[in-house]
């Protein structure tokens, strides 16, 4: 979730979803009505309200992703449905950011109309509930039930229906101990964070600008040392100091010749998100099917790199343009020859450039790409401005040779390990499985080990010249190379390593997992857990998460699952992780009353979304408090920011405050 080693792995790092906050979220709101139309026809209307930012999940989904929105009729007496359920207006179709799947969704208002035929216009009634979900860009409502009842001509509101209610049903231990087990479940005020709320992210789009901007000039360093751009420098200055007499001339022309490469690369930067959109830009890049296509096109670059064959764009293009060049003059026509040198080199920038919008593109701002590109034009068009200015320079130039292949096929070795993280994405969308963390951490081993290799002159491509002794440069990249290698073996076994977490695939995906020994115990059931930590004498952390929730994920991967915050958890809590969109049945359905209405729990996701809105007054994911054993909160409570260091602070609150009661 990379591009010159760790690069783009902050790039991906740059877009950072707004807190939750520690309270109750109601974004869709349901009413209904009944319309009768005859003594043998009536319409059930049910209207759902949509908060500005937020969308409701369409009625057909893909597996793996969000709740649809569905409409279970539990009770039909004296009438029938005719027809299906329709809605007032299509659901759009986008990749949503938080389950990486391509779903349908309302962003605004919308009406669902089914129609009824009454069989017995005296005594006739449907009930039933509707289930759904809402997200918005950095947090998701739990799955969630909205119940109804009509009879007649009239709706009867859940809320002024008799009270049916039975509390949430809590296994009682067959060791019973001096803990109140009802209060686990009882509401309570969570304490207030104050002013330095760890809950709340900083805004760092401003610094994500400047990784853009950083990585996209390094990649047009890169991509001047490829020989595709490389010979051209001395080429393209020379004609320049030859085409006049005019030594200041010169100069100028070559300045505006760099001047007009950074203007190509920046309007393709504009063009790109102006045609299609900076949001369809970030949808592509988190599309499953875009991703496994990008990995085949990387794959087959890195091959070309690697000498099998080579990739150009048609040569009537350049022909073109260098026509345009003969047929102009002056300003126009050096920029012709720049548009040229962009087409040239274009088997050699291509891989770098796609990568590079792919990654400022899920910035979701259509300035991104544009300060990305402008940044790898940058980088290119410095060297032939600066040799036109001091020509001298050009015969102190390293001179083309077997270490620009060098320089093609060790690009090709980043590709292919590149290509890896997009094939990851969509691994993880799919749910195939075939690229869990230890499959892909052994990939990159490997390619980084023969990296090494070549660049110790141990491996040898077709075309590669033979290899009399190694340079200081070589040595201390295939060093740095080896090293990493190293550095990725001990995550084989479930090494956090955190300098690359952003990108390998989760630890839930590794099937070996020896650094999650020790006394870390962890429960899936809320009951189960507080009734450990009362007998063992430890406070709870619940984690209240979801199978769905991307930004749980992050903060497992950066928070979790470093040394320190670990540690802390591991000596001294229980914790307990809660997924409200578990969709296991409850082995009995469980009736509770809330917001005076009657409400059915069936699922195991219910009840714990349940606990989170009931006792917590709360209902966005990730979030977690910290509990005594009788259920009462020793924090405030915390939701989505990585900040290790803020989070071992609140749990050290929570464990001081624990042993002064």
Same mark, same amino acid.
């Given at each position: 979730?990379n591009r010159l080693?760790k690069?783009?792995?902050?790039?991906?790092?740059?877009?950072?979803?707004l807190?939750?906050?520690?309270q109750?979220?109601?974004p869709?709101r349901?009413?209904?009505?009944? &319309?009768q139309?005859?003594?043998?026809k #009536?319409e059930l209307?049910?209207?759902a309200?949509?908060?500005?930012g937020?969308?409701? $999940?369409?009625?057909?989904?893909?597996?793996g992703g969000?709740r649809?929105?569905?409409?279970?009729?539990?009770?039909l007496?004296?009438?029938?449905?005719?027809?299906?359920?329709?809605?007032s207006?299509?659901?759009?179709?986008?990749?949503d950011?938080?389950?990486?799947l391509?779903?349908?969704?309302?962003?605004?208002? /919308?009406t669902?109309?089914?129609?009824?035929?009454i069989?017995?216009?005296?005594a006739w009634?449907?009930?039933?509930y509707i289930s759904?979900?809402g997200?918005?860009?950095?947090?998701?409502?739990?799955?969630t039930?909205?119940?109804f009842?009509?009879?007649g001509?009239?709706?009867?509101p859940?809320?002024?229906?008799?009270?049916?209610?039975?509390a949430?049903s809590?296994?009682?231990?067959?060791?019973?101990?001096a803990?109140?087990e009802?209060?686990w479940?009882?509401?309570?005020k969570?304490?207030k964070a104050?002013?330095?709320?760890p809950t709340a992210?900083?805004?760092?789009s401003?610094s994500s600008?400047? $990784?853009?901007?950083?990585?996209?000039?390094?990649?047009?360093?890169?991509?001047?040392?490829t020989p595709?751009?490389w010979?051209m420098?001395?080429?393209?200055v020379?004609?320049f100091?030859?085409k006049?007499?005019?030594?200041?001339r010169?100069?100028?022309?070559?300045?505006? $010749?760099g001047g007009?490469?950074?203007?190509?690369?920046?309007?393709?930067?504009?063009?790109?998100?102006?045609i299609?959109? #900076?949001s369809?830009l970030?949808?592509?890049?988190t599309?499953?099917?875009?991703n496994?296509l990008?990995?085949?096109?990387l794959?087959?670059f890195?091959?070309?790199?690697f000498g099998?064959f080579e990739?150009?764009?048609?040569?009537?293009?350049?022909?073109s343009?260098?026509?345009?060049?003969?047929?102009?003059s002056?300003? +126009?026509s050096?920029?012709f020859m720049?548009f040229? +040198?962009?087409l040239v080199?274009?088997s050699?920038?291509?891989?770098?450039i796609?990568?590079?919008?792919?990654?400022?593109?899920?910035?979701?701002?259509?300035t991104?790409?544009a300060?990305?590109?402008?940044?790898?034009a940058?980088a290119l068009?410095?060297?032939f401005?600066?040799?036109?200015?001091f020509p001298?320079w050009?015969k102190?130039?390293p001179?083309s040779?077997g270490?620009?292949?060098? /320089?093609?096929?060790?690009l090709g070795?980043?590709?292919l390990?590149l290509?890896?993280?997009?094939?990851?994405?969509?691994?993880?969308?799919?749910g195939w499985?075939?690229l869990?963390?230890?499959?892909?951490?052994s990939?990159? /081993?490997v390619i980084f080990l023969?990296?090494?290799?070549?660049l110790l002159?141990k491996?040898?491509?077709?075309?590669?010249?033979?290899?009399? $002794?190694v340079?200081?440069?070589?040595?201390?990249?295939?060093l740095a190379?080896l090293?990493f290698?190293?550095y990725?073996?001990p995550g084989?076994?479930?090494?956090?390593l955190k300098g *690359?977490?952003?990108?390998?695939?989760?630890?839930y995906?590794?099937?070996? &997992?020896?650094?999650a020994?020790?006394?870390?115990?962890e429960f899936?059931d809320?009951?189960?857990g507080?009734?450990?930590?009362?007998?063992?004498n430890?406070?709870?952390l619940?984690?209240?998460s979801?199978?769905g929730? *991307?930004?749980?994920?992050?903060?497992e991967g #950066?928070v979790?699952?470093?040394?320190e915050?670990?540690?802390?958890?591991?000596e001294?809590?229980v914790?307990i992780?809660?997924?409200v969109?578990?969709?296991?049945?409850l082995?009995?359905?469980?009736?509770v009353?809330?917001?005076?209405?009657?409400?059915t729990?069936?699922?195991?996701?219910?009840?714990?979304?349940y606990?989170?809105?009931?006792k917590?007054?709360?209902n966005?994911?990730?979030?977690?408090?910290?509990?005594d &054993?009788?259920?009462q909160?020793?924090?405030?409570a915390y939701?989505y920011?990585?900040?290790v260091?803020?989070?071992?602070?609140?749990l050290?609150t929570?464990v001081?405050?624990?042993?002064?009661?």
């Amino acid at each position: 979730m990379n591009r010159l080693l760790k690069a783009f792995t902050l790039i991906f790092m740059a877009v950072l979803s707004l807190s939750a906050a520690a309270q109750l979220v109601n974004p869709i709101r349901w009413t209904s009505k009944i &319309n009768q139309v005859s003594d043998t026809k #009536a319409e059930l209307v049910f209207h759902a309200s949509v908060d500005k930012g937020w969308h409701l $999940y369409g009625m057909t989904l893909p597996d793996g992703g969000p709740r649809p929105t569905h409409f279970e009729f539990t009770k039909l007496q004296g009438c029938k449905l005719d027809g299906a359920v329709t809605p007032s207006a299509a659901p759009i179709k986008k990749v949503d950011m938080v389950f990486h799947l391509e779903l349908s969704w309302w962003e605004s208002d /919308v009406t669902f109309k089914q129609k009824l035929i009454i069989t017995d216009p005296d005594a006739w009634q449907v009930a039933g509930y509707i289930s759904f979900q809402g997200c918005d860009d950095s947090s998701c409502m739990a799955p969630t039930k909205e119940a109804f009842d009509f009879a007649g001509h009239a709706a009867v509101p859940a809320d002024e229906k008799p009270a049916e209610v039975a509390a949430p049903s809590v296994v009682k231990s067959s060791s019973a101990t001096a803990v109140d087990e009802a209060a686990w479940w009882a509401p309570v005020k969570l304490p207030k964070a104050g002013d330095t709320d760890p809950t709340a992210s900083g805004d760092l789009s401003g610094s994500s600008m400047w $990784y853009i901007f950083f990585w996209g000039f390094m990649g047009g360093l890169l991509a001047l040392m490829t020989p595709c751009v490389w010979p051209m420098i001395p080429l393209t200055v020379s004609f320049f100091l030859k085409k006049t007499s005019s030594r200041s001339r010169s100069i100028r022309d070559a300045a505006i $010749y760099g001047g007009s490469i950074i203007v190509i690369y920046l309007l393709l930067g504009l063009a790109i998100t102006l045609i299609f959109g #900076a949001s369809k830009l970030n949808e592509l890049s988190t599309n499953a099917v875009f991703n496994l296509l990008f990995f085949a096109l990387l794959v087959v670059f890195a091959i070309s790199f690697f000498g099998a064959f080579e990739i150009t764009l048609p040569s009537k293009w350049s022909n073109s343009m260098d026509g345009a060049v003969e047929r102009t003059s002056g300003m +126009l026509s050096i920029f012709f020859m720049a548009f040229t +040198l962009a087409l040239v080199s274009f088997s050699c920038t291509g891989p770098i450039i796609g990568t590079l919008l792919v990654e400022a593109a899920t910035m979701n701002d259509i300035t991104g790409p544009a300060v990305g590109m402008g940044a790898f034009a940058l980088a290119l068009a410095i060297p032939f401005t600066l040799f036109a200015i001091f020509p001298s320079w050009l015969k102190s130039m390293p001179r083309s040779g077997g270490w620009l292949n060098s /320089v093609k096929v060790v690009l090709g070795f980043l590709e292919l390990a590149l290509s890896l993280k997009f094939l990851s994405v969509a691994d993880l969308a799919y749910g195939w499985g075939i690229l869990d963390r230890e499959v892909f951490i052994s990939l990159w /081993v490997v390619i980084f080990l023969m990296l090494g290799m070549y660049l110790l002159g141990k491996l040898r491509f077709s075309h590669d010249s033979e290899l009399d $002794y190694v340079s200081l440069p070589r040595f201390f990249l295939a060093l740095a190379s080896l090293s990493f290698a190293v550095y990725l073996v001990p995550g084989l076994w479930g090494a956090p390593l955190k300098g *690359v977490s952003a990108f390998v695939p989760p630890l839930y995906t590794q099937d070996l &997992n020896l650094y999650a020994g020790g006394q870390f115990r962890e429960f899936s059931d809320y009951d189960e857990g507080m009734r450990f930590a009362a007998q063992n004498n430890r406070p709870v952390l619940i984690d209240f998460s979801g199978h769905g929730c *991307v930004n749980c994920r992050k903060m497992e991967g #950066a928070v979790f699952d470093t040394q320190e915050v670990s540690g802390i958890i591991r000596e001294n809590f229980v914790l307990i992780k809660l997924m409200v969109d578990e969709r296991r049945d409850l082995p009995q359905p469980v009736t509770v009353e809330e917001n005076g209405r009657k409400l059915t729990l069936e699922t195991v996701g219910e009840k714990w979304s349940y606990l989170q809105r009931s006792k917590f007054g709360a209902n966005t994911q990730p979030f977690y408090v910290i509990l005594d &054993n009788q259920g009462q909160p020793l924090n405030h409570a915390y939701s989505y920011d990585e900040n290790v260091a803020k989070f071992v602070d609140w749990l050290q609150t929570g464990v001081d405050n624990y042993l002064k009661k």
